[in-house]
C-alpha cells in the first residue's frame, strides 16, 4: 500500500482513508469494529503510523513476532537453491530490526547461514552490502552444478548441511573434521574462510584472537561459596566431609564379622540368645553372645 501511495503522490492525509478501503475478510472486520470503538470522528482523522502501530498490534501479535526471530537466528541452508534459501532469509530479516540494524549484522547472518560448501569460499569482511555475497553465493551454486555434471562432485556433498553429525564408525581426527577442515585456533570450531571473532575483542580480557570460552585470562568460580579460585568439586569443606564420611564407612566395614558354630557350642555357652529365620528360603537359626558381642548363624 505504501508503495502504492508513492507512485499515485496520494496525500498524506488521505493515506487511511484509501488503505482502508483496500481492506477484506478479517482484516476489513476488524477495521468495522475498531471503528465502533473509537468513533468514525477519531478513525476519520487517524494518521497513517498509528493505524499501522493498531493494525500490526493485531494481525502480528509480538508471540508469532519473536518466533520469526528465533527461525530467523536458527536458518540454515541444507540443499535449497540460493534463489528460495534467500527468498526465505529476506521474508524473516523484515520483522528482525532489532536484531539486525546494519549491512554489516545482515552480512553475518546470511554467510553463517549458509552451507560449508558455500562459506568455504567466501570472507565475510570482504562485502559491504547483502547484494554482493548473494551474488557470490549465486555464483559459487553455478560452479558446484557445473562439477557435478563434470562427476568432480557427487550431487549428495553438495545438500550436506553444516550441522551434520558424524557417524558413530567415523572418528574424525582430534582438531580436523571429517572433511579435513582444520579447527580453528581462535573460535576452536571447525570453518574455512576469515574467522568471524578474529577482530572481535573478547568480554572478559579486552583482547582479540581467542573467543571468551579459551581466555587465558578467564577465572574458575566456586558454585557453592560464589569464590574464585577453585571449583566446586574442590570446595575444602565439601572435601573434608566426603574424606570423613568415607572413613566411617571404612571403619564399620572393618568391625563387622561373622562366626559359625553348631547347636550343640550354642547351648554350652550360657550368654547365647539364639532364635529362627530364613536364610535364602532355608530355615536357620541366629545365635547373639551378649558376653562378646558377636553373632552365629547356626543351619
Known sequence: MEGVFERTHCDETDFVAYGTGQLRGQAKDWWDNL??????????????????????????????????????????????????????????LKFCDELVQNEEQKIYYYYNMLSAEYREFMT??????????????????IELKKQIERGERRVFDV??????????????????????????????????GECYFKNKPCPTCGKVGHVVANCPGKVSVCYKCYKPGHKKSDYPELVGTKDTADTKSEAQKVRARSFHMTATEAKAEPDVVSGIFLVNSIPARILFDTGVNRSFVSH
Open 35 to 92: 471503528k465502533k470503538e473509537q468513533g468514525i470522528e477519531a478513525t476519520r482523522t487517524m494518521m497513517w503510523e498509528e493505524f499501522k502501530t493498531l493494525f500490526l498490534r493485531h494481525h502480528s501479535p509480538k508471540a508469532v513476532i519473536n518466533r520469526i526471530k528465533e527461525e530467523f537466528i536458527q536458518l540454515r541452508h541444507s540443499g535449497e537453491s540460493i534463489e528460495k534459501i534467500t527468498g526465505v532469509f529476506l521474508d524473516k
Open 124 to 141: 565475510p569482511s570482504k562485502y559491504g552490502h547483502l547484494t554482493e555475497i548473494v551474488n557470490v553465493a549465486r555464483e559459487r551454486e
Open 159 to 192: 545438500n550436506l548441511s553444516p550441522a551434520k553429525k558424524p557417524k558413530p564408525n567415523e572418528a574424525p581426527k582430534k582438531g580436523v573434521s571429517k572433511g579435513g577442515v582444520p579447527q580453528c585456533k581462535i573460535c576452536g570450531k571447525t570453518h574455512k
